[in-house]
């Protein structure tokens, strides 16, 4: 406190010198720079747990001021700020008392000049040791099975901090129990110690351990007040009678007893064990018993075990008895045998000491005396035993087992016939002799090779699951205990129905057919189980034929083939395996249908001879139509007009042709039509009138085969008073001559 006052002092005179050189310094700018910073720590870099510590930082400024520059000096540890100050000394100092672990670091520290700035180097300081922690204990009497709480705490350092809590026994080497924890939020831990037996005097010991960087601190270990334990009860012990030798046939008494101290407040539970099977027990008291008559069996090491919540106490002793009698033996001259056969058993004692004998079968006596014959039969099987007593004392025989073995009946193979056997489906063959001793042993042959095995405890039918592909014969043979050879059933035959998988469809000969020949497709499949229905469609599902047969294969015959039968067929083909699902299909098959090289001619023959007609028929239909509307005009003075033939042929001669050609007209030779000469002139829009003028050819016509009379037409046109009148005649004739 002293020392801040005396700083602040120091300050204020830094201040008021500052104010009295004002006038001097006015005008004038200082110049400030820091030549050096660095750190001395005190007493050292490396610090024992509990010194005091100084930490200064020293400053070197230069400036071109009378007075010393305020500046700030910042402490750091670990990059943390935890101390500043305001500053016109060279040497800043921060004092740390009682150094402990949390102090051990990396330490620096800055000066701030104006907006100047300088570090120092980094600074490693160690604190060695860890203060020693403070033991305290809840109790310093304790009583067995009971409970101590430890407390052990380091008031001074900071977590987290490891503990290890040891409990110890007075005047004994080394620690009865160790327990160690870590306690992260605070500087103590409280554990629990159980108080055992045979803790009569013990103690706790503390240890803390404190993380410092990459080092571990360790205290020193830190001993607790004695405690005193109370007994809660004795040691058990154990009390046998009769004393001394002890003979089958005696009560036996075993006993064994404790002391329970008043502080306890509920009895423990005492417990007799023979090896580890537990005899006797008690609650709520002092004393267990025993009790049984001795037998040779009650031989051995006994405890008694003496348990409350967390205490238990054991001791052990050794009981002999002396046996009266071995015990019994029974005897076969065979175990296994056939149904039958004589079955002997005889029941013996080494040495042969006069006792009562009885024989049993489970818990039904079968004789009163050491031996027992009888023919064997299957009800006998089982197991038997034999008693002899002497007095109070029964003993009983190991047992014998004894199997009588009935004979097999012959077995009978069966499955379930109700419905058919589809390929690829999984069928239960069973296979049952109801009569015989069990377990038998049942092997399936199929096709003569053992197909599966299995043993059964029960005359229940033995059952195998099989996967036929095709008829298929099954056979079972039985075998039990019995001497008889094994027993074989009767043959069984499965048949099996393979479903159509596969369906093709062929054509006899070519694809491609003749008009007028015959199809034939055939339609046939892979294995398949008849009877299989075929049926044949045409294009888009059209049926053309179905049958059913047992065949794999069916055909189609369609005679005189026409266009008509050309396209695409398939077939598909089922059989019963195939109605769960749909039929398959076979590939589809393109035909089609040709016409022979001479109806081919014949066609084209016919085809040429109907188009030459309709050229003929069209030309002469064109000839007529254009010598009608172009036939030659003659003038109205004409006495007669040239008749056509049928074979439009001129019927005049060679000075009519001239006759005509004076006319003005010239002959068309190509058309055999008369074209006028002026034909290239204007069309005359003129009124026409038309006479008509029956004419009789001439006798030197008469030479044709027929005769007929022509009509002459005069065309008068009227004609523009510009134009002169012009007169045509036109002859129309009958191309028969009428």
């Known amino acids: 406190m002293q020392l801040e006052w005396t700083q602040e002092g120091k300050m204020w005179l830094g201040a008021l010198l500052i104010l009295l050189l004002c006038p001097s310094l006015e005008g004038q700018e200082n110049s400030f720079t820091i030549n050096d910073i660095h750190m001395e720590i005190l007493p050292g870099e490396e610090v024992q747990n509990g010194e005091n510590m100084t930490l200064q930082c020293i400053v070197d400024i230069s400036t071109t001021s009378h007075i010393k520059p305020q500046h700030w000096v910042l402490f750091y540890k670990d990059d943390v700020l935890f101390h500043n100050v305001s500053s016109m000394e060279n040497t800043e100092s921060y004092f740390i008392p009682r150094a402990r672990v949390y102090d051990a670091g990396t330490y620096k520290c800055t000066v701030i000049l104006n907006n100047k700035e300088k570090t120092t180097l980094e600074y490693q300081v160690w604190v060695k040791g860890v203060s020693d922690p403070i033991v305290t204990l809840d109790k310093k009497e304790a009583i067995e099975g009971g409970v101590v709480k430890v407390n052990c705490s380091v008031p001074e350092e900071k977590p987290p901090i490891h503990f290890t809590i040891e409990k110890l026994k007075l005047d004994t080497k080394g620690f009865k129990q160790k327990r160690e924890k870590t306690s992260p939020n605070q500087n103590f831990m409280m554990l629990e110690f159980t108080v055992e037996e045979q803790d009569h005097v013990i103690f706790f010991q503390c240890q803390a351990r404190i993380i ?3 080092h571990m601190e360790t205290s020193r270990a830190i001993k607790s007040e004695l405690v005193t334990v109370t007994e809660s009860f004795s040691n058990p012990k154990f009390h046998v009678s009769p004393e001394g030798v002890i003979t089958e046939g005696d009560q036996l008494y075993i006993r064994c007893t404790i002391q329970v101290t008043h502080l306890v407040q509920a009895f423990p539970e005492i417990i007799i064990q023979k090896d580890k099977a537990i005899v006797a027990h008690k ?20 405890t008694c075990k003496v348990e ?11 009981v002999n008895i002396t046996e009266l009698f071995s015990k ?5 001259s065979i175990t296994r045998l056939d149904q039958g056969e004589s079955l002997n058993l005889w029941c013996s004692i080494p040495e042969a000491p006069p006792a009562n004998f009885t024989i049993q079968k489970e818990n039904t006596i079968v004789s009163q005396s050491q031996n027992f014959t009888k023919i064997a039969s299957a009800t006998d099987s089982g197991t038997y035993t034999c008693n002899a007593s002497m007095g109070k004392v029964v003993k009983r025989s190991s047992a014998v087992q004894i199997t009588v073995c009935e004979m097999l009946s012959k077995p009978r193979i069966f499955y379930d016939s109700s419905s058919e056997v589809i390929k690829g489906q999984t069928i239960a063959v069973s296979c049952q002799s109801i009569n015989g001793t069990t377990p038998i042993s049942y092997h399936l042959l199929k096709t003569s090779n053992i197909l599966e095995s299995r043993d059964m405890s029960s005359n229940e039918p033995a059952v195998f699951k099989d996967n036929p592909t095709k008829d298929t014969e099954y056979q079972c043979i039985v075998d039990n205990c019995h001497s008889h050879s094994e027993m074989v059933s009767e043959v069984l035959r499965v048949k099996v129905i393979a479903p159509v998988d596969e369906v093709k469809l062929s054509i006899l000969m070519n694809a491609e057919v003749e008009f007028g020949k015959d199809i034939e497709l055939l339609c046939s499949v892979n294995e398949a189980t008849g009877p299989i229905t075929y049926r044949f469609y045409k294009e888009a599902g059209s049926l053309l034929y179905q049958i059913t047969s047992n065949e794999t294969h069916a055909v189609w015959y369609k005679s005189k083939a026409s266009k008509e039968d050309e396209g695409q067929y398939y077939c598909t083909a089922s059989n019963r395996a195939n109605r769960l699902k749909s039929s398959p299909q076979s590939n589809v098959l393109t035909v089609r249908v040709f016409l022979a090289a001479w109806i081919k001619g014949l066609i084209a023959v016919v085809v040429i001879g109907v188009i030459i007609g309709v050229l003929i028929l069209g030309a002469r239909c064109y000839i007529l139509k254009k010598a009608k509307a172009k036939q030659t005009p003659v003038e109205m003075s004409r006495p007669a007009v040239p008749l056509l033939n049928s074979t439009n042929e001129k019927m005049l001669s060679d000075p009519n042709t001239e006759v005509n050609r004076h006319y003005g007209y ?6 055999h039509a008369m074209k006028p000469i002026n034909e290239n002139k204007e069309p005359l829009t003129l009124d026409v009138e038309y006479t008509e003028v029956e004419v009789t050819s001439p006798e030197p016509y008469q030479g044709l085969e027929t005769k007929g009379t022509e009509t002459v037409y005069s065309e008068i046109r009227k004609a523009n008073p510009d134009f002169m009148e012009n007169r045509y005649s036109r002859t129309e004739g009958s191309l028969d001559g009428t």
Not at 291 to 302: C, D, F, I, K, P
Not at 308 to 318: D, F, G, L, Q, Y
């Open 212 to 214: 410092s960087g990459t």
């Open 328 to 332: 019994p033996k029974l005897e076969s």
């Open 283 to 302: 609650r709520h008291g002092n004393e267990a018993t025993y009790s049984v008559m001795a037998m040779a069996e009650h031989n051995g090491n006994y």
């Open 666 to 671: 010239n002959e068309d030779v190509g058309n």
């Open 308 to 318: 409350a919540s967390r205490i238990s106490k054991v001791s052990s002793i050794v």
